[in-house]
T-cell receptor
Framework: NAGVMQNPRHLVRRRGQEARLRCSPMKGHSHVYWYRQLPEEGLKFMVYLQKENIIDESGMPKERFSAEFPKEGPSILRIQQVVRGDSAAYFC?????????????FGEGSRLTVL | SQQGEEDPQALSIQEGENATMNCSYKTSINNLQWYRQNSGRGLVHLILIRSNEREKHSGRLRVTLDTSKKSSSLLITASRAADTASYFCATGNQAGTALIFGKGTTLSVSS
């Protein structure tokens, strides 16, 4: 059973460009979470999605950031008009039932560098 | 906002010694989880302790939970160089929708 797959692993963008990060959850997992990690920092929750629905986006910046988890295909975290402060590692995690019933399974992350 | 806060921020020990990391949290919880992150990698789940449990073991790991003090500790016994990593505690947010992580303890084990 493949783990959580994230791509690209590394992404370089210039200021003003768009970044698209993809996450394929583990097979059978319908809950997806996105987190951001700055150097030497812990993970900051961004958004929680179930298939086709955003459940909690309280950690998402109000502008430029969006996320989706379509019926078919991976979850996408989209950052429009990137700025240098968006440089970070973005982690996706999945679970079969939600946080109260067990662990989250993390991908290896996508590292975004904004020049 | 941070739910869990780990202490100490950094810990350096020799192989064979025990490592203890502490976590404090603010609100009531259903469970508390510990994760490990090796440099440049994703997080790996270590252990989950439920609010009605006081202690749990998994191999060389021992986790305690004191809900009256809103604190937990992770003990790694007989540490190895391969235990070098950052360790995070995590609890659910008030909405019950996501895990909130502390800033972590960076453990360095030298041989």
């Amino acid at each position: 059973n493949a783990g959580v797959m994230q791509n690209p692993r590394h992404l370089v963008r210039r200021r003003g460009q768009e970044a698209r990060l993809r996450c394929s959850p583990m097979k059978g997992h319908s809950h997806v979470y996105w987190y951001r990690q700055l150097p030497e920092e812990g993970l900051k929750f961004m958004v929680y999605l179930q298939k086709e629905n955003i459940i909690d986006e309280s950690g998402m910046p109000k502008e430029r950031f969006s996320a989706e988890f379509p019926k078919e295909g991976p979850s996408i975290l989209r950052i429009q008009q990137v700025v240098r402060g968006d440089s970070a590692a973005y982690f996706c995690a999945s679970s079969p039932f939600g946080i109260d019933t067990g662990e989250l399974f993390f991908g290896e992350g996508s590292r975004l560098t904004v020049l | 906002s941070q739910q869990g806060e780990e202490d100490p921020q950094a810990l350096s020990i020799q192989e064979g010694e025990n490592a203890t990391m502490n976590c404090s949290y603010k609100t009531s919880i259903n469970n508390l989880q510990w994760y490990r992150q090796n440099s440049g990698r994703g997080l790996v789940h270590l252990i989950l302790i439920r609010s009605n449990e006081r202690e749990k073991h998994s191999g060389r790991l021992r986790v305690t939970l004191d809900t009256s003090k809103k604190s937990s500790s992770l003990l790694i016994t007989a540490s190895r160089a391969a235990d070098t990593a950052s360790y995070f505690c995590a609890t659910g947010n008030q909405a019950g929708t996501a895990l909130i992580f502390g800033k972590g303890t960076t453990l360095s084990v030298s041989s």
